[in-house]
């Protein structure tokens, strides 16, 4: 099933997030965040790191909830995934938070060399071309990096 952005009401605590890279909502009198409305559960908006943890053009690992998950930041935009390569299901890093090719303008899984997209997780090359990373829905503020697990994340 692919993912379908979604904006929601939310409490007040979270009036202060950017906008969201996936739907471009801006907060303002009403109070909204995006999420992926994959699940017909209830989403659990999580803080993951300080900004500076996610530093431009590098990569770092992330466990959340039983999770693993990746965040790098290009062109100062975050974007985290599912440390999951969609080949064979397993983790993406070369060691602890090396996610990125040489050229650290590709993600790419160590087991079989995938090349992913930064910005989509899409697989430009190797062999699972044409799937993608699992993204998660994520949002940066004053206070650091806030990401959106739905619960089919947790339940696969
Ligand atoms: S497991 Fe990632 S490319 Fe094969």
Redesign the pocket.
């Known amino acids: 099933m692919s993912a379908v952005p979604l904006v929601r009401r939310v409490d007040s605590r979270f009036s202060k997030l950017a906008h969201c890279r996936c739907c471009r909502s801006k907060p303002g009198n009403l109070i909204i965040i995006c999420i992926y409305a994959s699940s017909a559960k209830e989403p659990t908006l999580k803080y993951l790191c300080n900004s500076d943890r996610v530093k431009e053009g590098k990569s770092v690992g992330f466990e959340v909830e039983g999770l693993a998950l990746m965040a790098i930041r290009r062109a100062g935009q975050i974007y985290v995934y599912r440390n999951r390569?969609?080949?064979?299901?397993?983790a993406?890093e070369w060691q602890p938070d090396q996610f990125l090719d040489s050229s650290a303008s590709l993600i790419q899984?160590?087991?079989?060399?995938?090349l992913f997209l930064i910005e989509s997780g899409e697989c430009v090359a190797?062999?699972?071309e044409g799937q993608a990373l699992g993204a998660i829905a994520c949002a940066e503020d004053a206070d650091g990096v806030w990401i959106n697990l739905p619960e089919q994340a947790r339940d696969d």
Request: charged content about 5%.
């Open positions: 390569c969609p080949h064979r299901g397993v993406l899984c160590a087991t079989h060399g995938a190797g062999p699972c």
